[in-house]
């Protein structure tokens, strides 16, 4: 840079520069996404997440299809085709505006569709994906279940063959978009060990009442999913895995989405505290203005903006194919910690105010904590790093 060249401006929402990494088509598919949110989340998601309630999910299902946004990454079958980093900037935005609509989309892409593209027959394949591409069908990811989460190795539910069929019984508890799901994958132990059915949720002894009283991801459909002697025909299966590797690969595609998605939540609370910062007066001046708030505002872009780049790293990675489980731990651990800090940084600028509804921050506070859990939990993520980086199991 010559001495003459004139730098950029600095920009308080983008003070990396990081936009300068992303191409054309990323920031396009960027925009989209953040301004279908902005149009049809942002200005209802309080009320949802008062009542504990996501109307016309179906509704926001078919438009996200319209959008691409639904198996974003897939190629084939009616999917996006789009990259790692095209997916992650459109679960930022999504979650931005609330968490349990990023959880919508990951659930039906990231796991349901993802399994049956990467594991499924061609048969299913070319029954589920278009339809769920298109939101009109909305699928969920059967795994965790009531007393076994972090160790889906010890599941109860299985899976019996009986002459050509399979019966099928057990329950999965903290499903997404259970009660709403036309399609569910899932897991179950065999004879022949872990194996993952597609289960039409239409299927006599299937069902999946919604869980309710929830204080976190109120925005959004949760369920448990109860089968009881549910019988399938011998092409439920799905038939390219078997064991744990197959969940846990769906499991890694969706936390990859939470990488970006966190910092979503990280963002809409950071900008709500700068906005407040500015204006809201203590002393005869704008709190913005004192030392201490300014600590609390720089912190906070720090750790953002670091984790939109970790995000960015690893999308670029996930893209060239080198995209290690152990690194989206990395990603899942960081991310969603300090997006946690940050909504919690947020709400002590907005003093009494950063609790109401009006303001997005304690609303983003409240989901991080289940986006904490779900996926593996910082615990379960810390322990893959130290196996990593030890080469000793500390798991049992």
């Known amino acids: 840079m010559t001495a003459s060249a004139k730098l950029p401006p600095f920009d308080a929402t983008d003070p990396l520069g ?3 990494l992303l191409e054309p088509e990323d920031l396009a598919v960027r925009d989209t996404v953040r301004g279908w949110a902005a149009d049809r989340v942002l200005p209802y998601v309080a009320d949802w997440y008062e009542k504990g309630e996501l109307p016309g999910i179906r509704d926001l299902a078919r438009e996200l299809g319209s959008l691409g946004a639904l198996g974003m990454s897939l190629t084939g079958y009616g999917c996006a085709g789009a990259s790692a980093v095209q997916y992650g900037l459109a679960c930022l935005e999504l979650e931005a505006a609330d968490s349990g609509i990023r959880s919508l989309v990951s659930v039906q892409g990231s796991l349901a569709m993802y399994a049956v593209h990467r594991f499924g027959s061609e048969e299913q ?3 589920w994906l278009p339809r769920m591409a298109a939101g009109e069908v909305i699928g969920c990811f059967g795994l965790t279940e009531p007393d076994h989460g972090s160790d889906p190795a010890a599941m109860r539910t299985h899976a019996k063959r009986d002459g050509d069929d399979w019966v099928l019984n057990g329950r999965k508890m903290w499903i997404t978009n259970g009660s709403v799901a036309g ?11 872990i194996r993952g059915f597609v289960v039409p949720t239409d299927s006599p002894g299937f069902s999946a009442p919604e869980i309710k009283h929830k204080w976190s991801l109120r925005a959004s ?16 299966v799905l038939p390219e895995v078997t064991g744990l590797r197959g969940p846990l690969s769906c499991l890694s595609h969706a936390r990859y989405g939470i990488v970006w998605g966190a910092m979503g939540a990280a963002r809409s609370s950071f900008e709500a505290a700068l906005d407040y910062a500015r204006s809201r007066e203590q002393f005869g001046r704008p709190i913005g203005g004192f ?21 960015h790293h690893l999308g670029r990675r996930m893209d060239a194919g080198r995209l290690r489980p152990e ?3 990395f990603g899942k651990l960081n991310n969603v910690r300090e997006a946690i800090d940050i909504c919690r940084t947020a709400r002590t600028i907005l003093g009494a105010n950063g609790i109401s509804l009006e303001y997005p921050v304690m609303r983003h506070a409240t989901n991080l904590e289940s986006v904490l859990t779900y996926e593996g939990t910082v615990e379960m993520h810390q322990l893959v790093l130290g196996k990593a980086l030890t080469g000793l199991d500390a798991f049992r």
């Open 125 to 127: 394949k070319q029954e």
């Open 221 to 236: 459909v949760t369920s448990e999913l109860v089968m009881d002697d549910v019988r399938l025909p011998g092409s439920a």
């Open 327 to 329: 690194q989206v731990s």
């Open 291 to 311: 030392q201490l708030t300014q600590a609390k505002l720089a912190d906070m872009a720090v750790e953002l903006h670091k984790g939109i780049l970790l995000a």
């Open 18 to 20: 990081i936009d300068d």
């Open 183 to 193: 399609v569910a994958v899932v897991w179950a132990r065999t004879e022949e060990g």
